[in-house]
T-cell receptor, first 112, second 111 residues
């Protein structure tokens, strides 16, 4: 199916563990993004990527690592999860400014 | 820095008009957007306006842009219970497709 998918949809992990959230889009969009959504903060940009092998930090990058070896995939890794990283994570993609930004369904991550 | 502000909550009666307001800071933003998020779902693009426009109408939705005051509003005519959701305002940053979002306004529609 065409679109943007995220996995897992729900994840519970312990403090200190490494966690990777997956994002896959089928449109070959150039730009991909990771946002986190927290009550009272709306969506905050963690990292974004303009193309394969090109990534850049957003507003809240600390504690996260991204890679983009293929255009269609943009995994987000929490190197050592902390409770403050409990959140809903959204991946998004677009062809560029003026084009629609499409969101995945989100991953709800709980760090205990 | 970049900042987008919205009121957090709005309650209206079914059939009334809803007006959701937003202020932004980057006068160079080329596009301004409204997104809708239903419970448990991702964000869905509702509409957008190009910065050289003052108004855009799309069926029940009207977007007004006041560039001088950096104020954006979304009016929903004849609000229905299915319009209950969180509405996010967003501004574009540069030509990267990157968007800066407001905190979201929860719209509650009472029957």
């Amino acid at each position: 199916d065409a679109g943007i998918t995220q996995s897992p949809r729900y994840k519970i992990t312990e403090t200190g563990r490494q966690v990777t959230l997956m994002c896959h889009q089928t449109w070959s969009h150039s730009y991909m993004f990771w946002y986190r959504q927290d009550l009272g903060h709306g969506l905050r940009l963690i990292y974004y990527s303009a193309a394969a092998d090109i990534t850049d930090k957003g507003e809240v990058p600390d504690g996260y690592v991204v890679s983009r070896s293929k255009t269609e995939n943009f995994p987000l890794t929490l190197e050592s999860a902390t409770r403050s990283q409990t959140s809903v994570y959204f991946c998004a993609s677009t062809e560029g400014q003026g084009f629609d930004l499409y969101f995945g369904p989100g991953t709800r991550l709980t760090v205990t | 820095g970049e900042d987008v502000e919205q009121s957090l909550f709005l309650s209206v009666r079914e059939g009334d008009s809803s007006v959701i307001n937003c202020t932004y800071t980057d006068s160079s933003s080329t596009y301004l957007y409204w997104y809708k998020q239903e419970p448990g779902a991702g964000l869905q693009l509702l509409t957008y306006i190009f910065s050289n426009m003052d108004m855009k109408q799309d069926q029940r939705l009207t977007v007004l842009l006041n560039k001088k005051d950096k104020h954006l509003s979304l009016r929903i005519a004849d609000t229905q219970t299915g319009d209950s959701a969180i509405y996010f305002c967003a501004e574009s940053m540069g030509n990267t497709g990157k968007l800066i979002f407001g905190q979201g306004t929860t719209l509650q529609v009472k029957p």
